[in-house]
Structure formats: C-alpha cells, structure tokens
C-alpha cells in the first residue's frame, strides 16, 4: 500500500483568460475546481494507474467536504483527519504565463495532530509513505522527518518532496526516492544552473551518496534523469504543446514510486514516471491512464 500524506490540501480553482489585467476586472474564459494537494494528486495517480493507495491528510469545512466528495466519486480509498478550519483554495491562473496563489491554510491543534499521527499505526512492512507539499499552521518545521522513525519501525519505506535543507536533512534515513529538478539540484549545492548532463549527474551522485535509494531529476521539457548505486540512465520526453504545469511533478513521482513498490525495477519505473509527469504536462488535469499509456509508447531511455 502507498500512503500519500497531504497536510494542506487545497481546491485548486484553475482559471483561464487571454490576459491578465492588475487593478481592472478581468473576465475569466474558463474556471475548473480540483481536489489538490500534492499527496491527492500522487494518490489520483497511483489510482490512475490501478495500484493500492490511500490518501492521508487533514480536511475541513466546506472546502473539505467538496475535496472528500470529488475524492469518493472516483472511489479514491481516503482516510483523512478532520479539521475545525477551512481546507484553503489555491488559485492556478492561465493567461500569458501561468501564476499559482497558493492559500497557508488552516492552523491544525494538538488534537488533530494526535489524531493523524495514530493512523500511522495502520502502516505494514513494504508500505511506502509518500509525504508531500507545504505545513500548514500549528506543525513544527520537523513534523515529516518527526514521522519518519515511526515509518521505519513498521518496517515501511518513505519518500519526502522536498528541497533545500530539508532535503539535505532526510537523507541519512535513506528515502525510498528523492527528485529534485534540475534547478533545485543545482541550488542545493549553491551551484549556478548546471550546463552539463555530467554535471547534473555528479551532483546527482552526491544524494546517492548521503544516503538516498535513488535519485529523480526531472527536468521538464528537457527529459529526466535516473541515478542509483549501479546506473545513471537519461529518459527523453515527447514534444507535444505543454499545457498544464501544475501536478507534473507530483505524477512523476507517483509513477516512479508506485511501480518501484511493485516491481523493484528501476528501470521501468523512471519510464512510467516520466509517462506519468509527461501525460499530466499534456492534460488539463491530472493525466489519465489513456494518456500515460500513449506517452510511454513514446519515451527513449539511454544508459549515460
Ligand atoms: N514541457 C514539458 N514537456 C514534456 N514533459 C514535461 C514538460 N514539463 C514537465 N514534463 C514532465 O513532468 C516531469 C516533471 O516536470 P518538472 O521537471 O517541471 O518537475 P517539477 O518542477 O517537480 O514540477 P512541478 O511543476 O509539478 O513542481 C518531467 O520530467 C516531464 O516528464
Ligand atoms: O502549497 P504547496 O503545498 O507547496 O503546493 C500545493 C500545490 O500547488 O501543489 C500541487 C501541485 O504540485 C497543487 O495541487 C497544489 O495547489
């Protein structure tokens, strides 16, 4: 089973128009309302692609009820803590390039705190926790890696979406997967932008090296790349008009991690992952298993 822990979930309200105009009334062409959260969206397609998972997070009021309904309409296994504040809404604006207004959310109290911690006692060996996204209010800056010896002693396997610090931090207790894009990467070690694939993978190579399992580096359009103890592989992606940023990366890493859980085949994991981030960047929405199996057809791996 993968958990995924989404503990700011959000309505993501993806609104379109031609041009964005600051201090005047714009008229939207188009507006869609999401159940969101980077946890919902590894679970959305983790379903997607037919595998066991269950959504853990915190959701309240009205903005709760909208995301646990959209979530059970698709039959989506949730087991969220309630919360007395509102879930926040987070706006995706689509004009000549695309803003996100990501709401803080609600502040969670001690005894919700309590209450999400104690579904970790469901946790069995070979279950992967997958935790992602922002902290809402109330939770120490340590609540993902508080929750790590706590995965560990269920003999489960984590993987924590992260970067900077914070990522740097998780590695000794060896995430099942880590995936920096290749900005973040470079950021990490204080670099400038990487000009080199070499380059890329050496730093790549340094998060195997305190301890990751394996190591993603998506980079957009340009592919992805794939580093663990015994290989380093490139994985192209397809050209076809991008039009949605937004759960790219949440898709890869579903992919990836959910067929790992599988499977134990690196390989076909980072090509699922990449079909799945692709097929998300080419979709209004989270992609859809017609689509992830049309991209996968398109994807060449080659060892570097
Ligand atoms: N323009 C694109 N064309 C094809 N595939 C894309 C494009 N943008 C993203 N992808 C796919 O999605 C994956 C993740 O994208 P990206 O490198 O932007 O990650 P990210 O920065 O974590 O994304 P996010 O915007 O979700 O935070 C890429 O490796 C690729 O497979
Ligand atoms: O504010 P956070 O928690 O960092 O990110 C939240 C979010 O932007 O991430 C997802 C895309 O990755 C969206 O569904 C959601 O709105």
């Not at 993968?2 to 041009?19: A, H, R």
């Not at 935790?131 to 003999?155: C, E, W």
């Not at 690196?266 to 992952?273: A, D, I, N, Q």
């Amino acid at each position: 089973m993968i958990y995924s822990v989404t503990l700011n979930p959000s309505i993501d309200y993806v609104i379109e128009l031609p041009e964005l105009e600051l201090g005047a009334v714009n008229r939207l062409t188009h507006g869609v309302k999401l159940p969101g959260g980077k946890g919902i969206n590894v679970s959305r397609i983790l379903q997607t692609l037919g595998l066991p998972t269950t959504a853990w997070g915190f959701l309240g009021g009205f903005t709760g009820t909208f995301i646990q309904d959209r979530l059970d309409a698709i039959d989506m296994p949730c087991d969220f803590t309630k919360t007395a504040g509102d879930t926040r809404i987070n706006v995706k604006l689509k004009a000549a390039s695309e803003t996100e207004l990501n709401a803080s959310g609600p502040t969670i109290d001690a005894a919700e705190i309590a209450a999400f911690k104690n579904k970790l006692d469901k946790l069995e060996a070979g279950d992967v926790v997958v935790m992602s996204g922002s902290l809402p209010k109330g939770l120490p800056n340590t609540f993902y890696r508080d929750l790590i010896p706590v995965i560990h002693a269920h003999k489960a396997d984590f993987v924590i979406d992260t970067t900077g610090q914070a990522l740097l931090d998780t590695l000794p207790d060896h995430p099942l997967v880590v995936k920096p894009n290749h900005h973040e990467l470079a950021a990490l070690f204080g670099d400038p932008e990487y000009t080199s694939t070499d380059a890329i993978i050496k730093a790549g190579r340094r998060l195997l090296g305190l301890g990751a399992q394996h190591v993603l580096i998506s980079m957009a359009g340009a592919g992805a790349l794939m580093i663990d103890q015994d290989h380093a592989w490139h994985g192209t992606v397809p050209k076809q008009p991008a039009v949605n940023s937004v759960g790219a990366g949440d898709s890869m890493l579903a992919g990836f991690t959910g067929t790992f859980a599988q499977t134990h085949d690196t390989l076909e994991s980072f090509k699922v992952g990449i079909a799945c981030g692709s097929a998300t960047a080419f979709s209004e929405d989270l992609a859809t298993a017609d689509k992830i199996a049309e991209v996968k057809q398109t994807i060449s791996i080659t060892e570097v």
